[in-house]
């Protein structure tokens, strides 16, 4: 069952992720309703993370003043490294003098709990070894847990220049633009500690939402090929795929299940419409929900493609 059904005119909707084909990492949007060193929602959380992935965050160890990076918000400021990716997704405030905690810090803080097992973890929680952690995302399979999980990390691989710098960018479940993916297997998990943030928070129950959205009355030609193609979110309600038409005349089937981008959690309603008037579908959507943003549709025929969000401003919650 999917967890949120995309409106008007995206069509009917199914959960099918088969395989990663025709990868294309975008922006997305992250919620900023916290308050920084305030109450978190495990949501925003992840779409914070994600936005360091997308902004293509790359790995310093000296947490030196000009290597810091901003959050979303671009009010706080975060060493890109992997305590710092921990630190900037949860928004806390603490050491913010040093661009957040370090893995030692997080080892005594008062604001953090051990788990008593990995197989508590929640999304938006983290794991904890000696000078390194990860936040977790989620279990690639929830019915088995030691088939792994899928994690945001920045890990760092070497330091060719002795500045720093090091070849290694911030990553998610959804691979980064250099094809990097945050994957922990089952055995790699039992060197880690599973740690909680105190003001994290599960986001609210929403209500069952019916298989087929009654206002989705078509599909759409979406890669341009000529055939109809189907879009939806993810189990998680945070993934955005597309499944591709691979029919023939009397022959219809559907090729592999393409992610197109992550972050959809915090976008509340969407439409399907040529917003550019360049002849290719784009997507609308609000969030929060005075918030509009447009995706615009850069895909050739077999190739489906969205490009980094534009703002189209706030106050839309008056319409």
Not at 281 to 309: C, E, H, M, Y
Request: glycine share 12%.
């Amino acid at each position: 069952m999917l967890s949120r059904l995309i409106s008007g005119s995206l069509g009917v909707l199914f959960a099918t992720t088969v395989g990663l084909v025709g990868l294309t990492t975008v922006a997305t949007p992250a919620s900023a309703d916290s308050a920084p060193g305030g109450e978190i929602t495990r949501s925003e959380v992840l779409s914070r993370a994600q936005n360091w992935v997308t902004r293509q965050v790359k790995y310093n160890l000296t947490r030196a003043s000009g290597t810091l990076y901003t959050d979303v918000e671009g009010d706080n400021r975060y060493g890109p490294d992997c305590s710092g990716l921990v630190s900037m997704a949860w928004h806390i405030t603490a050491n913010s003098g040093k661009g957040g905690n370090s893995t030692d810090d997080f080892e005594v803080w008062s604001q953090t709990e051990f788990l008593p097992s990995l197989h508590d973890l929640k999304p938006g929680d983290a794991i904890l070894k000696n000078g390194h952690i990860e936040l977790f995302a989620r279990w690639k399979n929830p019915a088995n847990h030691t088939q792994g999980a899928w994690t945001y990390s920045l890990n760092g691989t070497g330091n060719p220049d002795s500045n720093g710098w090091q070849e290694d960018w911030a990553k998610g479940p959804i691979a980064n633009w250099r094809g990097q993916v945050g994957d922990e297997s089952w055995s790699s998990m039992q060197n880690y500690r599973p740690i909680r943030y105190k003001k994290i928070v599960d986001d609210p129950v929403e209500a069952p939402r019916p298989l087929v959205d009654s206002q989705g009355t078509r599909l759409t030609d979406f890669d341009g090929d000529g055939k109809p193609d189907i879009l939806g979110l993810g189990a998680s309600g945070d993934d955005l795929w597309l499944i591709p038409n691979t029919s023939s005349s009397g022959s219809p089937s559907r090729g592999q299940s393409i992610p197109l981008s992550a972050g959809w959690r915090t976008i509340t309603k969407y439409w399907l419409a040529d917003y550019d008037g360049d002849g290719r579908t784009d997507i609308l959507g609000t969030q929060n929900p005075d918030k509009l943003f447009v995706w615009r549709n850069i895909s050739t025929p077999g190739n489906p493609s969205i490009a980094p969000l534009v703002s189209l401003g706030t106050a839309w919650n008056t319409l």
